[in-house]
T-cell receptor, first 115, second 116 residues
Framework: GEDVEQSLFLSVREGDSSVINCTYT??????LYWYKQEPGAGLQLLTY?????DMKQDQRLTVLLNKKDKHLSLRIADTQTGDSAIYFC???????????????FGTGTRLLVSP | EPEVTQTPSHQVTQMGQEVILRCVPI?????FYWYRQILGQKVEFLVS????????KSEIFDDQFSVERPDGSNFTLKIRSTKLEDSAMYFC??????????????FGAGTRLSVL
């Protein structure tokens, strides 16, 4: 089945850029997502990218997709202490013909931003 | 901004008891999902629901689990006889439809289930 992998931990200083990486196995994934989870909160959708795109920028967030290497990354520019959270990569596990979509998640990367 | 709400935020139960986790999806959404996250592990898909029936379920979703949309707003997950290994955070999600740009799942804050 589909597998999604992420590094577990990233530590950066405030003002630096953060890059969170993700690899996945299913090349037929159509949408790829980044969710953010703050302590005690749910999974907040940050951004997503369609598989026919290489890059998507949304304010401080830049998503890069390398379909050949099945590699997705999230770059956060000018990282702030409020960005400290767990970031989950997820891909859709769409099955052809059913129109059904489930999400397959990575383990999550804990981002710690120090002042 | 519309959001998915889940109640309770924390549920403690004894092994063997039945529990019902409740969710109110976003009002104009058509597809509903349950996921769970055992502490320290990945978020795992359990089940999806559309048009009053299950669309897809994972291996985890065995006969002990059931889902229901009892009225126009609530979406529930029932575990008939809880086991210790059911202890996890359970997330409800909803999406407008499953294709196109609106193919996005919005998650609730989760219910932490503790089975003693």
């Amino acid at each position: 089945g589909e597998d999604v992998e992420q590094s577990l931990f990233l530590s950066v200083r405030e003002g630096d850029s953060s890059v969170i990486n993700c690899t996945y196995t299913d090349s037929s994934s159509t949408y790829l997502y980044w969710y953010k989870q703050e302590p005690g909160a749910g999974l907040q959708l940050l951004t997503y990218i369609f598989s026919n795109m290489d890059m998507k920028q949304d304010q401080r967030l830049t998503v890069l997709l390398n379909k050949k290497d099945k590699h997705l990354s999230l770059r956060i520019a000018d990282t702030q202490t409020g960005d400290s959270a767990i970031y989950f990569c997820a891909v859709d596990g769409r099955r052809v013909g059913t129109g059904f979509q489930k999400l397959v998640f990575g383990t999550g990367t804990r981002l710690l931003v120090s002042p | 901004e519309p959001e998915v709400t889940q109640t309770p935020s924390h549920q403690v139960t004894q092994m063997g008891q039945e529990v019902i986790l409740r969710c109110v999806p976003i009002s104009n959404h058509l597809y509903f999902y349950w996921y769970r996250q055992i502490l320290g592990q990945k978020v795992e898909f359990l089940v999806s629901f559309y048009n009053n029936e299950i669309s897809e379920k994972s291996e985890i979703f065995d006969d002990q689990f059931s889902v229901e949309r009892p009225d126009g707003s609530n979406f529930t997950l029932k575990i008939r006889s809880t086991k210790l290994e059911d202890s996890a955070m359970y997330f409800c999600a909803s999406s407008p439809r499953t294709s196109g740009e609106k193919n996005i799942q919005y998650f609730g804050a989760g219910t932490r289930l503790s089975v003693l």
